[in-house]
């Protein structure tokens, strides 16, 4: 039973050992918002995020010590839980700055990081503006499902008239890892996915990837998100052979090893072949084109999630990964994804959601999450 902090230097969340669970919600604020109520809600959501990051129920008299005649602070299914390793990450949307019809809401244009802008279209986007963007995301991880979606409910209730929930998204079976402490998990695929992933244990890497650098100031410590809904078209890949998986990823799906061998963490070599002269990592493989050495160093901190939305109307699973990426610059995320453009991962993929977010940096004791920006 883990318990994150929720104040420091960055927000907790990010570098957090990845827990099981994820509930992420992407909120838009409401018309008739004004920059103190703005304001006003980011102290709420701090106030409320800080306690049931320690295991405790919002509020000043929680779920059932409150008045007998009015509704209680707290929405109650979390009571009896531990707190579950819940971590609460907060980010800003390009909308937040400036709506897209160009409206400076809040008299924040000016302070809108030139790094956080619309994601460019990339080859094979098949986005729904429905589940993509938004002005302001709550991340909830958790060990507990109940916990995460306990903080996103109150959270939502919090924000009621406020701001509501754009779009929403349930995760499971962490399909990362961002610690040596923690095995590597599965992704739907049935591929161990996070082998390669940026450690926390690795501080220089996450210092020179991962952690905003000070333009704009207020971002110093921060991070920028981005959320990718990726449906996986499962009942093909389902079909293809053993060797056409692993192809197609690079590495083996038993051990994770890479295809040009050793095991799981040792270093894939590109330029590898086999006896017929072919290189054993295919040039379309996905880590090959993933990979920092084709993308100039470029890394990313993945912290993604399996999700599975019920079914199509044809009978089909609706499921895949909602990938997530913390980098110091988003530009980072969009050269890795167009060096994807080649991926023979696509044919089994499709990405229908996509938003980016600036995360400011942790709130201290007694101040609330994104301060600086005010
Ligand atoms: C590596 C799966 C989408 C970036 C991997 C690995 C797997 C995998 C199995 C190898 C194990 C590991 O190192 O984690 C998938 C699946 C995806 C997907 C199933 C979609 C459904 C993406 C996207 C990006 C990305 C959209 C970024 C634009 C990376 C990176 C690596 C990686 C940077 C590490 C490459 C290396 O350094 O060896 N992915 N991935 N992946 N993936 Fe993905």
Redesign the pocket.
């Known amino acids: 039973n883990a318990v994150y902090p929720f104040h420091g230097a960055h927000q907790a969340g990010i570098t957090t050992p990845v827990q099981d669970r994820l509930h992420f919600a992407s909120f838009d604020l409401a018309d008739s918002l004004t920059r103190d109520d703005l304001v006003q809600l980011l102290k709420d959501w701090t106030a409320a995020a800080a306690k049931m990051t320690a295991g405790q129920p919002v509020g000043e008299t929680g779920a059932v010590d409150g008045p007998e005649v009015a509704p209680p602070e707290d929405t109650g299914e979390a009571l009896d839980l531990p707190a579950a390793g819940l971590t609460i990450t907060f980010g800003f949307g390009p909308t937040l700055f400036q709506t897209t019809d160009g409206r400076d809401r809040f008299g924040l244009a000016s302070r809108r990081p030139a790094a956080l802008a619309v994601l460019p279209r990339f080859s094979g986007d098949n986005l729904s503006p429905e589940i993509s963007g938004g002005d302001i995301a709550i991340q909830a991880c958790a060990d507990d499902p109940q916990v995460a979606v306990h903080a996103i409910r109150n959270l939502s209730r919090i924000a009621f008239g406020r701001a509501s929930i754009r779009w929403s998204q349930l995760g499971f079976g962490r399909?990362?890892s961002t610690s040596t402490s923690q095995l590597?998990a599965?992704?739907?695929?049935g591929?161990?996915?996070?082998?390669?992933?940026i450690k926390a244990e690795d501080p220089k890497v996450v210092d020179a990837q991962v952690w905003a650098d000070g333009d704009p100031s207020w971002m110093a410590g921060g991070s920028y998100l981005?959320t990718?809904k990726?449906?996986?078209i499962i009942e093909t890949w389902d079909r293809a052979q053993l060797q056409e998986q692993e192809r197609v990823?690079?590495?083996n799906k038993g051990a994770?090893a890479?295809l040009s061998g050793g095991a799981e963490f040792t270093a894939?070599d590109f330029s590898a072949t086999g006896a017929t002269g072919k290189p054993l990592i295919d040039k379309a493989a996905?880590?090959?084109l993933?990979?920092?050495?084709q993308?100039k160093g470029?890394?990313?901190l993945?912290r993604?999630y399996n999700y599975v939305d019920g079914n199509d109307q044809l009978g089909r699973l609706d499921a895949?990964?909602f990938?997530i990426?913390y980098q110091r610059d988003p530009q980072q995320?969009i050269d890795?994804?167009r060096?994807?453009a080649t991926?023979a991962?696509k044919e089994?993929?499709r990405?229908v959601g996509s938003a980016v977010f600036a995360v400011p940096p942790g709130a201290k004791a007694g101040g609330f999450i994104g301060q600086q920006l005010f």
Not at 186 to 189: E, F, T
């Open positions: 399909t990362s590597t599965r992704n739907l695929m591929f161990k996915d996070g082998t390669a992933n981005v990718r990726i449906r996986m990823i690079g590495r994770g890479p894939p996905h880590v090959r993933a990979h920092p050495d993308n470029t890394q990313l993945r993604g895949g990964l990938f990426s995320f890795i994804q060096s994807l991926d991962l089994y993929i990405h």
